[in-house]
């Protein structure tokens, strides 16, 4: 069955080919995926594959097609924020889900210091990614804008500060803290504070915004703490607050993660929620329906957030026109037990 195949060697293209009864650039297009092929010899090309057990050099298509089958999900945090909160396991999962219908395999990348980021820099540049996805962009961070002129496709998620790129998935986060004030003014709050992210960051600067923006129509005080998203950041944002505004009656912390670590300074200093202080988060993961108690929080749709990245991606690698290369996507609230 194998006798035209030579001695202890892989099946190569042209025995692919002469079993098919079809020439090399047939092959080659059935293998890379394009239309330009009848389905007669698109059959006759898969059935030769499977019965020669034909693999497809990688690295032969990357010099063929300049194409590398891979992308970069660049994170610009530590590996234990990466892989200690639930928003980058959320887009993950999505991103993951929609590359696994596409074939691309998907490289995982941190980097905080500047040597980090010229190191990432030149790898990414030198043509060893097809694309590349950015997330959690600090400031008027140079790369974005670095692998855009260096031809690199890149979509990000997050609005990030100081820079306008091209392509970015986002959350209507001004909109989505902006709701959860009005439910705690709603409940009778009247002296609400708030923990606020990181202000070189888009989600920081939108979800005080939407704090700011609901405390207009009222004749409250702005009540604002800082931290960068973490536990623990949050629990010193809500020490801090409880020593300068002791009467406060709610907290809208912008992460999950820092309303719980506002949770456990809450409780040290015997306050009860939502009873005396009603607590309110931002993103509705795992940790806001297992908290004691359960938290209210806005739904941020993560996962759909890593899939549109991944079709805006896609889109901008194979050189397709893009009607919308901004995606904001809605939020809502999520009411539980702490508030």
């Known amino acids: 069955m194998n006798g035209d195949r030579r001695p202890g060697g892989r099946p190569t293209l042209e025995e692919v080919a002469a079993r098919a009864g079809v020439g090399r650039g047939t092959v080659?297009?059935?293998?890379?995926?394009?239309p330009k092929v009848s389905a007669k010899a698109r059959e006759a090309v898969l059935a030769a594959i499977k019965e020669l057990g034909y693999v497809p050099n990688r690295a032969a298509r990357t010099l063929v097609t300049n194409k590398t089958d891979t992308v970069a999900l660049v994170v610009s945090e530590s590996e234990q924020r990466v892989f200690g909160e639930p928003y980058f396991a959320g887009l993950v999962r999505g991103i993951s889900a929609a590359l696994s219908e596409t074939g691309l395999q998907l490289i995982l990348a941190?980097?905080?210091?500047?040597?980090?980021?010229?190191?990432?820099?030149?790898?990414?540049?030198a043509r060893h990614v097809d694309g590349v996805l950015l997330t959690s962009v600090h400031g008027a961070d140079p790369l974005p804008a670095r692998l855009e002129e260096m031809g690199v496709p890149t979509v990000l998620g997050g609005r990030?500060?100081?820079?306008?790129?091209?392509?970015y998935v986002d959350?209507?986060?001004?909109?989505?803290?902006?709701?959860?004030?009005?439910?705690?003014?709603?409940?009778?709050?009247?002296k609400i504070a708030t923990i606020a992210g990181p202000q070189d960051m888009g989600v920081g600067v939108d979800r005080l915004a939407g704090y700011r923006d609901a405390l207009l129509a009222t004749d409250m005080n702005e009540m604002v703490a800082y931290g960068d998203f973490s536990?623990?950041?949050?629990?010193?944002?809500?020490?801090e607050l409880l020593d300068r505004h002791p009467d406060l009656d709610a907290?809208?912390?912008?992460?999950?993660?820092?309303?719980?670590?506002?949770?456990?300074?809450?409780?040290?200093?015997g306050r009860s929620v939502p009873d005396d202080v009603a607590l309110v988060?931002?993103?509705?993961?795992?940790?806001?329906?297992?908290?004691?108690?359960?938290?209210?929080?806005?739904?941020?749709?993560?996962?759909?957030?890593?899939r549109q990245m991944v079709r805006l991606l896609i889109a901008r690698i194979n050189g397709e026109p893009i009607k919308q290369p901004v995606v904001i996507l809605d939020t809502h609230l999520v009411i539980r037990a702490s508030a």
Request: overall charge neutral.
């Open 28 to 34: 080659s297009r059935v293998i890379n995926g394009s």
């Open 110 to 125: 941190m980097a905080q210091s500047r040597e980090e980021h010229d190191r990432l820099e030149a790898f990414l540049t």
């Open 160 to 167: 990030p500060v100081g820079i306008t790129p091209y392509s």
């Open 171 to 190: 959350i209507d986060n001004r909109a989505g803290a902006r709701q959860a004030i009005k439910y705690l003014i709603s409940k009778g709050r009247t």
């Open 231 to 239: 536990e623990e950041s949050g629990a010193a944002a809500m020490r």
């Open 251 to 269: 907290v809208f912390a912008a992460s999950d993660a820092m309303a719980l670590g506002a949770l456990r300074a809450l409780r040290e200093r």
């Open 281 to 306: 988060g931002f993103e509705d993961s795992s940790i806001a329906l297992h908290s004691d108690p359960p938290l209210t929080t806005v739904h941020q749709p993560t996962e759909a957030m890593g």
